[in-house]
């Protein structure tokens, strides 16, 4: 690389949004650059769907984070995979498709101030990159179906493939007609506007192998693009911020790490930072924008003083419950010989079926913690597997695991630089149960996965409660168990909210402009001012998606 380097615009981070962005922004005639600090996507365990096992916890493709000791989970600390790779997270996930509820996307409006924020007003955008099994088959999609995703008729195919899970189990069969019997009801479509329902899970995966949005979004079309040029193994240390004469600041570029040298990238146009949600906030407080006593404290010069950048921290928290069952298969038993073990390789090898096709989870229910909930506000992941915590083995005896989230937390956490160094990980502090609200919706979530298993659809398994433990009935109990069994769904936003003007803690406006700073935008899922109610990986790329669209205009009208 060249010491200095000038493009249009420079994107930070090639994963979910930053991948999409590359697209879009590089399909006119615009210089783009997109830097990232992992690797290519050329590892063979990124692209085999049960490969996140050997991904999560890998330097190859994760950031090996992890949490500051937490009260709320009784002092515990928890890994917190980030993707390091093209692809990002995408690389790295569960390949659960889900876009949130109506209400999410109604409440950014009202947080905002900016109507196009609404359900209605993003559906396009969800749309525009969708391209979904059931509509290669006409018959199998109704008018409302094709209202909601997009219509092969019309030309609407996108590049981000959704397609239904290649495997079902007995056992999970069963947990989903036990939760119909426990009055959740049957459904088909998780991305409808409200959620509530069992059903499996679809998942952005392509004829059997991880469909991550560097092959979605960067392989197909960026590659071969004259102003298109990317950096892999390239750490932005931190953002160039020029003083204007008369005191406005405005982003003119990048300095960048190469593992031998600083190099400068600069932009005539818009930096883009998508770098996540914990990585995005870490670069700005290095550049000098943030809290203002933050910054001192590690001695870097204050360029802003924008109090948010870190702050509203908001994660999914699962409560994994497991039970163990008889006289059905789990994948317990079916991956404890090597012959089991052979078995799900070969089918996979000839079919791209079974376990190595799988989903970290297959099976999906929203629903209400209690009655008095005035929406679906719990997300369960079934899993007809069971193991002490990610990356141990799977438990010697048959069993399920039923994880169950609060989907709109209350909790509010930080993530904070620990030195201005930019190879030293941020502290990042979840705060997880830390109010009153969240520790009685875990009590209570518990109690809802007790109802459905009591049905008598499971009944023939004989299913009993191994983790948790039945002994275990009052809220102060439960919500302290919580603490102890509970993990990270991955799923952190909001540590560069959008909002209002006159919201302190708005870091960037409702274009996802950060403020007091030109020429500078956050596009990732840092930017939400509160979380989807489900998975992040799809809502992340509608942001991108309508970002896209607004940096394209304001260059069209400059």
Known sequence: MAETAEFDY?????????????????????????????????YHWIHIPVGYLYCIGNPRTDWLYHTEPDAGLNGRTLRYPRGKTLGGCSSINGMIYMRGQARDYDQWAALTGDDSWRWDNTLAYFRRHEDHWRLDQPEGANENFKRLHGNKATGSTGEWRVEKQRLRWDVLDAFAQAAQQAGIPATDDFNGGSNEGVGYFEVNQKNGFRWNTAKAFLR??????????????????????????????????????????????TASREVILSAGAV??????????????????????DVV???????????????????????????????????????RI??????????????????????????????????????????????????????????????????????VNIKSPDFKAAP????????????????????????????????????????????????????????GDIATTIFHPVGTTKMGRDGDPMAVLDSQLRVRGIDGLRVVDAGAMPTITSGNTNSPTLMLAERAAEWIVAARRTA
């Open 427 to 482: 502290a990042i502090a979840p705060n997880y149960l830390s109010t009153p609200e969240d520790r009685q919706v875990a009590a209570d979530s518990l109690r809802v996965t007790r109802r459905i298993v009591a049905q008598p659809a499971l009944a023939k398994y004989q299913p009993q409660e191994w983790k948790p433990g039945v002994q275990f009935e009052s809220d102060e109990d439960l919500a302290r168990l919580a």
């Open 220 to 265: 197909p079309t960026c590659y071969g693009r004259a102003n298109f040029e990317m950096w892999t193994s390239a750490h932005v240390t931190r953002l160039n911020i020029e003083t204007r004469p008369d005191g406005s600041k405005r982003c003119t570029g990048v300095q960048v790490w190469d593992g031998t040298q600083m190099i400068t990238a």
């Open 10 to 42: 420079i994107i930070i981070g090639g994963g979910t949004a930053g991948a999409l962005l590359s697209n879009r922004l590089s399909a006119g005639r615009y210089r783009v650059l997109l830097i990232e600090a992992g690797r290519k996507d050329d």
């Open 345 to 414: 390789g070969l089918e996979y090898l000839a079919k791209r079926t079974g376990p190595m096709s799988m989903a970290p989870s297959q099976l999906g229910a929203f629903t209400r913690s209690s009655a008095d909930q005035p929406w679906p506000n719990i997300e369960y992941h079934v899993q007809p597997l069971s193991l002490d915590a990610f990356g141990e083995p799977l438990h010697s005896f048959p069993a399920f695991t039923a994880s169950v989230c609060n989907l709109n937390p209350t909790s509010r956490g930080t």
């Open 304 to 342: 802003h003083d924008l109090p948010g950048v870190g702050a509203n921290l908001q994660d999914h928290l699962q409560i994994r419950a497991v039970f163990k069952v008889n006289g059905v298969t789990t994948l317990n038993t079916l991956a404890s010989s090597l012959w089991g073990k052979a």
């Open 279 to 300: 990585n995005s906030p870490q670069i700005l407080q290095l550049s000098g924008i943030g809290p203002a006593a933050l910054l001192r404290q590690h001695g870097i």
